[in-house]
């Protein structure tokens, strides 16, 4: 069977990229298709591959302003050869799956989860876009929308990462999907004691909510510290009292000390599924969540974290305390032992069955 797997953009080694690491395992032969790619950027796994890229990558400086050639992507993809293949994968969360297959073939798609940018966050983008980019979301959000939809429908199967993202396809897609977690490589951190500090990992980008922990922890005077980058890094620093540490991108192995070494680690946005957790609690340490999204099926209340309702700072300081109050009941093995069930292999045997099933 020759198999292509299309995935929006190979520029980074996070969550999506991890999920082509793994079907690259499971499907050794396989061609990936995608609009940038930076061979810099991506495991040995992945750059043994084929991978073919659209047009995007030879536009000026895609590798790092690819975002603005969204509008173009759609188009892109229906230029892909993909006449002589049996089997599709897309991996969508940007543009992917909206690629031309032959009558015979299948085209399954694993979604991260729904462009947010032109659905739900849609709001939120637009207002801390520039005036520019501002315009040009309410002249193209509306196509992109569109043409969104239609190639929904050209999917045979869809693969949710997690029930909440099952969800936004029937409601967006109006189809189902099956839910397979994505693979997380939980047996490469390990369980520590815990220092005096919590932590905040990820970028430093409006929907994750970075700013909520800073103004939580201005306000109790704990000592927090902030591992990621991105556009609020100057404003979030601006604000930040002298409690709060700002290291910036770290490695792995920095990353698997702070994750095993803090408190807890704060999570105060609304995530798909939300990767960075499972590893913090496979390091054996607690989360602090805001109640919705990913995180409901990942931490489990009392047991590897709690959950605080309001994205105020007050709800999320109130969290903090309450999770003081338990930290003597919380068992770091045993937190780090629930994490096993989004392991590799659980993710390579889950997809498989998917595939078989239909």
Known sequence: MKIAIIHYWLIKMRGGEKVIEALCEMFPDADIYTHVYDPSTVSSTIASHKIITSFIARLPFAKTLYSIYLPLMPFALRRFDLSDYDLVISSESGPAKGVQVNAQCRHICY????????????????????????FFMRLVVPLLRRWDLKTAAG??????????VRNRIINIYGRDAHV???????????VADADDFYLYAGELTQYKMPQLAIEAFNQSGKKLVVIGDGELKGKLKQDASNNIAFLGRQSLDSLRYYFSHCKALIFPGIEDFGIVPVEVMASGRPIVAYRDGGALETVIEGRTGVFFDEQSPESLNMAVDRLEALMPYFDPALISAEMKKFSKSRFKREFSSCIALQ
């Not at 999917?155 to 909440?164: L, P």
């Open 155 to 164: 999917v045979d199967v869809f693969i949710a990462n997690s029930e909440f």
């Open 111 to 134: 979604c991260h989860t729904p462009m947010r940018y032109i659905w739900d966050l849609y709001d939120v983008y637009l207002k801390h876009a520039g005036v520019i980019t501002g």
């Open 180 to 190: 397979v977690y994505p693979p997380v490589a939980v047996e490469d951190f390990s």
